[in-house]
């Protein structure tokens, strides 16, 4: 069950909104005032807050600024306040949305799932994204795009080079022959010879380190193979 924080110092409006969001499904809790509302977003378990500009103790632009210091939730701002400058404001603070009351609260439940549905796609994006990368030092892999970065700087790689890289970087600090790296990235019936591998290694660090004839990433381990150091 979401959990919905409603930070209100006026008690009628926010019961009606608790009452509405309790009967689509959500938990909700109350805050009436700006330092009672932000102890309670800085909770973990809330999942998006509404909240008023005028409050008590702090006004809401505070109450947003120091929310989105610690957390990236859905934040709705609700206000009497019709004036765009106070909407550009809002939103500059980091507020997802800005509705001026008087409102119909069947809009707020609308919006509040709107959002919550919202933010889902986007952590769920941003999880696919962090498992589907791969990051040692300043080398990134973004294994969907098969594309490659050095200190965020993509560079081109030939199909075996990326091939190699990734199952060097997949496998670090482990130290493989070259028959073993030509086996696992060329395949038992590929065409060619380990000096394959060897020719391979050098375009790698040509491309990836700082100075190929002093590799920081890739290392020789002399009379037995490679290792990939993080």
Not at 42 to 51: A, K, P, R, T
Not at 124 to 142: F, H, L, P, Q, S
Not at 203 to 213: F, G, Q, T, V
């Amino acid at each position: 069950m979401k959990r919905i924080l409603i930070i209100e110092d006026d008690p009628v409006i926010a019961e009606v909104q608790k009452d509405y969001l309790e009967a689509s499904g959500f938990k909700v809790d109350i805050a009436v005032n700006g330092e009672e509302g932000l102890e309670k977003a800085l909770e973990e378990g809330v999942d998006l807050i509404i909240l008023d500009l005028m409050l008590p103790g702090a006004d809401g632009f505070e109450i947003c600024r120091r929310i989105r210091r610690e957390k990236n939730i859905p934040i709705l701002m609700v206000s009497a306040k019709k004036e765009d400058v106070d909407k550009i404001r809002g939103l500059g603070l980091g507020a997802d949305d800005y509705m001026t009351k008087p409102f119909s609260v069947g809009e707020l439940v609308a919006r509040v799932k709107a959002h919550l549905s919202r933010y889902e796609r986007l952590t769920a994006d941003a999880r696919a994204k962090e498992r589907n990368e791969i990051r040692v030092r300043g080398i990134r892999i973004d294994r969907w795009s098969r594309k490659v970065f050095v200190n965020e700087r993509e560079i081109t790689l030939t199909s075996k080079e990326y091939d190699l890289l990734l199952f060097l970087i997949s496998h670090p600090n482990r130290v493989f022959s070259k028959e073993e790296l030509f086996e696992k990235v060329w395949g038992l019936d590929a065409l060619g010879d380990n000096a394959t591998v060897t020719v391979h290694i050098s375009k790698l660090r040509e491309k990836i380190e700082a100075d190929p004839s002093n590799p920081q990433y890739i290392e020789t381990i002399w009379g037995v193979g490679y290792r990939m150091n993080v």
